[in-house]
């Protein structure tokens, strides 16, 4: 999950920074989650999959599908 985390990132042109600051947090913090160190919580493993528009499974390493799943009518 980790190395597919710092893919998208760098496929998306974005350095550790510009991502930390999308999601609302510190690099240093962001980069915990890239390196596995820290756990990614479930409201930020949503915001990445919105920003790169693909899945949580997607991220998660789960499916290597990177196309989103249709969006859940609320």
Not at 20 to 33: E, F, I, N, V
Not at 35 to 60: F, H, R, W
Request: glycine share 6%; proline share 4%; charged share 25%.
């Amino acid at each position: 999950m980790y190395q597919r985390l710092r893919d998208l990132r760098e496929d998306h042109d974005m350095n550790q920074t510009q991502l930390a600051k999308l999601l609302g947090m510190s690099q240093t913090g962001y980069s915990k989650y890239e390196t596995g160190e820290n756990d990614v919580p479930t409201a930020i493993l949503i915001k990445l999959a919105n920003i790169y528009n693909t899945s949580v499974d997607y991220l998660l390493g789960l499916t290597d599908e990177e196309e989103p799943y249709p969006t859940a009518k609320h």
